[in-house]
């Protein structure tokens, strides 16, 4: 941290004049084309896009005006995130050759700080993987050891943010697709509270969950992104705006915070992972907080909960993908029927088909009730649970992944496995909670251990806070250096 | 055997909204194709629907003037199907729990057809087929629709008739549609079953879809009902199931095809928070809305002494109704006013989309200030709608086609003169009237009208003709 492209560092090296911003692009842009190949973090460069907005900063720069923080700073968009005249694909075969017409709310935002869109970042397709691996231009690979998997969704992102090869990058959480990457990749990854910031743009897998969040190399930036991107949208029915800006709070003193563990987030965690994970508890003890041990049992529904309602969503929100008015058609079809079946048999990835199909179950008359309708109940229930832990602590922690990254090409082998890597991460997006993911060292095998932060609704800032200070406390043995990328 | 019709109705009615349920575009009909839209109700990825409010202010106006329960907590969910004209693969609507529930349209018998439900949904785009090609239209998708749901209350043809009649008055009366039927913004779709007369229980119906005209629903009840009394004479069953009429012979038909196995797979659609709808709100909306028609038929006939038939002709649309309300203000000649309506006004309007539209170059106070002249004895009767015809020809006010002397009338000694001259020039009349045939003034007077060219005032005239042919 600090050592490579954070936020605050490229900001500094901008105003200071240390570097132009068409340099500093160009670098990046570089970068992209010698580390790429290996990473595969990006699916789509946009060296023309950066170079114009760098272009418009050197200019304020030039002329002595000021820059906002992230005026400049290369970054990334996850594939699912719209971008008018960019190809936006989800990497899935059936969105190729989409170009929106309309921009996401999050990127409007950044475009009118003159963000440095460098390109658009890998991803499992549709956002339903844990590995970025059912992505259809496979996998990003993990900048620590790229024998192994980047992590999922949100694979690109952390591949590209953990491989130096844009300094931020905006990706969706769903399931843990931003937290479970980061961790993976050795980086932060922030899934704000349901609601903070616009869905407006992202291409829906499982409405009612997925979030956009910042993938950074710092707490900070990841404060700095988010209170950029945070913000009401009358576009988004859902969207209810940030309660307050988080980088004012981040320096507050977390002395008698009282930091929640919920013994059923640690069952079957990684020996490991799990002494990672207490001796970051020892570093916010050592900083003044409590611990307060927990029980939530209604935590073992998480799992089953999710699949069945973010499946059933997303059955029917990639309806709409039948080859009529954009991406990919079937070239051989008899008719309108035939036509919709074979591009959708011939678009859609095995993982995609599996979820539709789920979903498809799950909410048929005769099986809705004992599906659907069950798991909403419990997701009520969970939702119930946090609200009563938060009633006796102000924060939990949690490992956000019971592992590290594993080696590639195990989602195949066996999807229900895969399915279990998420079992810390859901619970957050099922009772659309703020969740942190922070570096908290290395596994037996070396590779980076993620530790999670938990807040009640609408504490991104005491989150980012406790997170901050953590990672501050920590610096030296939390984060693992990467021998990829910019180096500045 | 004798057979009974036992009919329910779901009625689409497509709202007057001047954008659509759940983006900014204009609901405007008519227009090039696909010119209409945007990201939002072609539903391209990442788009997220917006609930228009005007929405649910018209749904709950039609509700109230359903005698409906407002739901206070309703929500909106997603029917997912699949076909060309629905860009999402679902139409989001309401399920389970509508914005409006258990009301009434009472028929002029008195007979209260229920109402189930009032729930909002959006319309979908339109196929056209062209040269062996099949186009989408989106221009429609997204349109507001209300779906009205009746109990299967109805027994007869011609109640099925008065029914949707009356639902289009009470919707063109609050302002919420305009139900034209030939452009598609109201549309029924008809539950059709018959059994035998006095038997309570109800037999399997079918749904006839899509009718779109008084002619073909009636027609289509019609037919629909013969058949199902032919299949249950014969000893056959009905089977329950879907069909359309055929506009050209005249019959319903099964319609094949994978729409009945249809499972919708309805859930709550997570894009949309809860419709709260307050007390605050349906009591506002209840200020705002006007006279119920019915009671309005009834005030028209008591209050402007006006024959049903014509009550009911100016009822039939609120504009005619309010503009002929505001001419008859204060008048004592309601009746003139009704007329000048239903006769010249009426016949250059023409058709009954202009009628609809009511635009008239008269305003209802110049008409009430023509009408007035009358009350006041100034003008008289037949001078009324030859002024009217000029002022509709030229948008003038009356003051313009009468001169001074027309309104002045004729002053007392003038008037005097005229009579006696009247009675000079009439001996005969003068000669029966003084012996005994009363009758005979009137001969008399009606010299007097044409001597002044109708500005005298008849009751005056009459007065001193009196006197004179009396000595």
Same mark, same amino acid.
């Given at each position: ?70 005026? &400049? ?64 231009? &496979? +996998? ?127 069952? +079957? ?5 799990? &002494? ?29 909960? =999710? ?53 498809? =179950?799950?909410?048929?008359?005769? =099986? ?81 251990? &993620? ?38 | 055997?004798?057979?009974? *019709? ?87 609507? @309401?399920?389970?729990?509508? *914005? ?5 349209? @009472? ?225 004592? %000649? ?122 005298? %005032?008849?009751?005056?005239? @009459? ?9």
């Amino acid at each position: 941290m600090g050592k490579y492209g954070t936020i605050a560092r490229l900001h500094e090296l901008l105003t200071t004049r240390q570097i132009s911003c068409a340099e500093l692009t160009k670098k990046y842009l570089g970068a992209i084309e010698t580390d790429n190949g290996r990473l595969n973090a990006y699916i789509k460069a946009t060296p023309e896009t950066a170079l114009a907005a760098a272009e418009k900063v050197d200019a304020k720069i030039a002329a002595g005006q000021p820059i906002a923080p992230l005026e &400049g700073i290369p970054m990334t968009l996850k594939d699912n995130i719209s971008t008018a005249g960019i190809e936006t694909t989800c990497c899935s075969k059936i969105l190729k050759g989409y170009v929106p017409i309309y921009d996401a709310t999050v990127w409007s935002l950044l475009k009118r700080q003159n963000a440095v869109l460098l390109g658009k970042t890998n991803m499992d397709e549709f956002a339903m993987g844990s590995t970025c691996e059912t992505s259809c231009f &496979g +996998g990003a690979k993990n900048p620590h050891d790229t024998g192994r998997v980047a992590g999922g969704s949100s694979g690109g992102g952390a591949a590209a943010v953990g491989g130096n090869l844009a300094a931020y990058g905006l990706g969706s959480d769903t399931g843990g697709s931003i937290r479970q990457p980061a961790s993976f990749c050795g980086i932060v990854g922030f899934k704000p509270t349901y609601g903070a910031v616009s869905r407006y743009g992202l291409v829906a897998f499982a409405s009612s969950f997925d979030q956009i969040g910042p993938i950074t190399q710092s707490v900070e930036d990841a404060a700095l992104v988010y209170d950029a991107i945070s913000a009401y949208d009358e576009m988004d029915s859902t969207s209810s705006g940030r309660k307050e800006p988080a980088f004012p709070s981040l320096g507050n003193d977390i002395r008698g915070k009282k930091i929640g563990i919920a013994k059923e987030y640690f069952d +079957g965690v990684r020996e490991d992972v799990n &002494g990672a994970i207490r001796k970051a508890l020892d570093v916010f003890r050592s900083l003044g907080a409590e611990t307060v041990e927990l029980s939530m049992p209604s935590l073992k529904y998480s799992l089953p909960v =999710y699949y069945i309602l973010a499946c059933a969503e997303a059955s029917s929100n990639l309806g709409r993908y039948d080859g009529i008015r954009y991406g990919y058609q079937t070239a051989h079809y008899t008719d309108r029927n035939d036509m919709v079946c074979k591009t959708r048999s011939e678009g859609f990835g095995a993982e995609v088909k599996r979820r539709i199909l789920l979903g498809t =179950y799950v909410l048929s008359a005769g =099986y809705y009730d004992a599906y659907y309708k069950k798991a909403q109940n419990l997701r009520g229930t969970i939702v119930r649970a946090f609200e009563n832990a938060f009633q006796k602590c102000d924060l939990m922690l949690a490992p956000t992944v019971p592992m590290t990254a594993f080696a590639s090409g195990r989602t195949a082998k066996d999807p229900v496995e895969t399915y279990l890597t998420d079992i810390c991460t859901v619970p957050v997006n099922i009772a659309g909670l703020p969740g942190i993911s922070v570096p908290c060292g290395t596994g037996a095998d070396g590779m980076p251990v &993620g530790l999670q932060l938990i807040g009640p609704k609408f504490s991104e800032a005491a989150v980012l806070n406790a997170a901050n200070r953590y990672e501050l406390a920590a610096r030296e043995s939390s984060f693992k250096a990467v021998k990829a990328g910019v180096s500045l | 055997m004798n057979y009974e *019709l036992v009919c329910g109705l779901e009625t689409h009615v497509e709202l007057a909204t001047k954008t659509k349920i759940f983006c900014s575009c204009t609901t405007e009909f008519g227009a090039e194709p696909n010119t209409h839209c945007c990201p939002v109700c072609i539903g391209l990825p990442g788009t997220l629907p917006k609930l228009n409010k005007a929405v649910v202010e018209y749904a709950v106006t039609a509700g109230l003037a359903t005698h409906c329960e407002i739901n206070p907590d309703a929500k909106m969910d997603r029917k997912n199907y699949v076909y060309p004209d629905l860009p999402k693969a679902y139409q989001i609507s @309401e399920y389970d729990q509508p *914005l409006c529930w258990n009301g009434y349209v @009472e028929l002029s018998s008195g007979k209260k057809i229920r109402l189930t439900r009032i729930h909002i949904e959006e319309d979908a785009g339109k196929l056209v087929h062209e040269r062996g090609n099949t186009l989408i239209d989106y221009n429609r998708g997204g349109v507001p629709l209300i779906e009205i749901v009746s109990e299967p209350d109805i027994r007869s043809i011609g109640e099925a008739a008065e029914y949707v009649e009356q639902l289009q008055t009470i919707m063109r009366y609050i302002g919420v549609s305009d139900c034209k039927m030939q452009e598609g913004s109201l549309r029924c779709d008809v539950n059709v079953s018959v059994r035998p007369k006095g038997s309570d229980r109800l037999g399997t119906r079918t749904e006839i879809k899509n009718m779109n005209s008084f002619s073909h629903m009636t027609k289509a009840i019609q037919y629909e009902m013969d058949r199902q009394i032919d299949l249950l004479e014969s000893g056959e069953d009905v089977v329950q199931e879907t069909r359309r009429y055929n506009e050209e012979n005249g019959c319903t038909e099964g319609m094949r095809g994978k729409e009945d196995a249809n499972d919708y797979r309805y859930f709550r659609d997570p894009d949309l928070v809860a419709i709260r709808v307050t007390d605050d709100m349906v009591a506002a909306l209840k200020a705002k809305m006007p006279e119920d028609p019915q009671k309005r038929l009834a005030r028209f006939q008591t209050e402007y002494g006006l024959p049903e038939a014509d009550a009911r002709l100016l009822i039939d649309r609120r504009r005619t109704a309010d503009y002929f309300e505001a001419a008859a203000k204060g008048t004592k %000649n309601p009746r003139t006013v009704a007329n000048c309506i239903l006769g010249p006004i009426f016949s250059r309007l023409g058709s009954d989309a202009a009628k609809d539209e009511f635009r008239v170059s008269v305003s209802p106070e110049n008409l009430n200030a023509l009408v007035s002249l009358l009350d006041a004895g100034k003008i008289r009767k037949n001078l009324v709608k030859s002024t009217l015809e000029k002022m509709l020809d030229t948008g003038k006010p009356a003051a313009a086609f009468l001169s001074e002397k027309d309104l002045a009338g004729v002053n007392p000694d003038d008037l005097r003169k005229i009579c006696e001259q009247a009675a000079a020039d009439n001996p005969n009349a003068v000669k029966d009237y003084r012996s005994g045939k009363e009758k005979a003034l009137k001969a008399v007077l009606g010299a007097v009208m044409k001597a002044t060219r109708g500005r005298a %005032n008849p009751q005056e005239a @009459e007065k001193i003709l009196t006197q004179i042919m009396k000595a």
